[in-house]
C-alpha cells in the first residue's frame, strides 16, 4: 500500500503531463478537437477499475496462491534465465487471454469496455472493464501459475506488460519502421483498435508482436485504409458506468430474447456479433461482406 500511494504521487502527475502533451500535438497535427469529454470518461472508467482491483486483490491472491500448490514445476524467477521465461510466459498466456477476449463474448462483455473510446489517445490505455473477475482472469493466470511461476512474479510480469502499452495507444505517433513486425507499437495497437473489417481481431499482443505473427493474427496499418476507431457499433456515452456495463446488457438481452438453448449459449459464449440466422456481425461475417 505505501508503496502504491507513493507510486501514485510521481505516476498520476506524469500521466497528466503526458496526456496534458499529446492533446497540444493532437490538436495542431490533427486540426481536430481533442476528445476531453471522451478522455475524462476514461479517467473514470480507470479510477473505478483501480478501486475495484484494490478491494479485490486480496481475494483473488489467496486464489491465486490455492492454485499454486497444484504446479507442476518451480521456475526459479530470481535467475535470468527464469525472469526471460517468465517473460515468455506470460507474453504467450497474454495473447490467448486477449484473443479470446475478442473471440467469446462472455469474456468481450468485459473487454469491449477497453475498446470503447472512439479516438485513441494514451488515456484510452486505462479504459478497462470492471468485470475481468467474472469474465474470464483466472484462463489468464492460472496456467503460468500451474507451469511453475509464482503468483507474484506473473502479477509483476503483467504490469510490466500493461504499463509498456500506455504509449501505445495513440494516434499521433507515426510508424517506426522495422520494429513494427517484432514489437507492439502505437502503429499496431491503432490496428487492433481499428473497426475496419480487416483490422478486426488482429495484433492481440502485449509488448512483442511474436504471437500475433505465430498464429497468424498480425495486421500491419496500411496507408490506404485508415483507422476507425471504436466499436462496430460506435457507443457515444461518456457515462463511465453505460460504458463499463453496455456489452453485458446486450448480451444478457440477446441471452432472453433467444429462441432455444443453443442460441443462448451462442449469444454468451459465442462470438461477438453472432446470431441465430448466421447473418450476423461477427468479423467472419463483416469480412465476407466487406469482400462481396
Ligand atoms: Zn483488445
Ligand atoms: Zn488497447
Redesign the pocket.
Known amino acids: 500500500m505505501e508503496f502504491g500511494g507513493y507510486g501514485a504521487l510521481v505516476v498520476i502527475p506524469i500521466l497528466a503531463a503526458v496526456g496534458l502533451a499529446e492533446a497540444f500535438v493532437f490538436s495542431r497535427q490533427r486540426h481536430q478537437a481533442f476528445p476531453w469529454e471522451e478522455s475524462l470518461a476514461s479517467i473514470g472508467v480507470g479510477v473505478v477499475q483501480a478501486i475495484k482491483n484494490t478491494l479485490t486483490r486480496a481475494t483473488v491472491f489467496a486464489a491465486l496462491l490455492w492454485v499454486w500448490q497444484f504446479r507442476f514445476f518451480t521456475v526459479p524467477t530470481d535467475t535470468w534465465w527464469g525472469i526471460a521465461l517468465l517473460f515468455v510466459a506470460v507474453e504467450f498466456f497474454y495473447y490467448w487471454h486477449?484473443r479470446w477476449?475478442?473471440e467469446i463474448r462472455w469474456l468481450w462483455a468485459t473487454?469491449s469496455v477497453?475498446?470503447s473510446a472512439n479516438r485513441l489517445t494514451f488515456l484510452a490505455a486505462i479504459r478497462l472493464g470492471w468485470t475481468g473477475e467474472i469474465s474470464g482472469a483466472i484462463l489468464m493466470f492460472a496456467p503460468p501459475i500451474l507451469l511453475g511461476f509464482h503468483p507474484v512474479a506473473v502479477f509483476a510480469m503483467l504490469s510490466v506488460n500493461l504499463l509498456y502499452q500506455f504509449w501505445i495507444h495513440s494516434e499521433v505517433i507515426p510508424r517506426l519502421g522495422w520494429i513494427e513486425g517484432i514489437l507492439n507499437t502505437a502503429s499496431n495497437h491503432r490496428v487492433?483498435h481499428a473497426a475496419n473489417p480487416i483490422y478486426l481481431d488482429t495484433n492481440?499482443g502485449g509488448i512483442t508482436m511474436i504471437f500475433d505473427r505465430i498464429f497468424g493474427t498480425y495486421q500491419a496499418e496500411l496507408p490506404q485504409e485508415p483507422c476507425r476507431f471504436g466499436l462496430v457499433h460506435p457507443l457515444t456515452s461518456n457515462n463511465p458506468i453505460r460504458i463499463a456495463f453496455n456489452e453485458w446488457i446486450a448480451l444478457f438481452r440477446d441471452v432472453f430474447r433467444s429462441r432455444d438453448a443453443r442460441a443462448r449459449f451462442m449469444s454468451a459464449f459465442g462470438p461477438p456479433g453472432w446470431s441465430a440466422d448466421g447473418n450476423g456481425q461477427t468479423t467472419a461475417d463483416l469480412r465476407r461482406r466487406a469482400a462481396e
Open positions: 486477449h477476449g475478442h473487454h477497453h475498446h487492433h492481440y
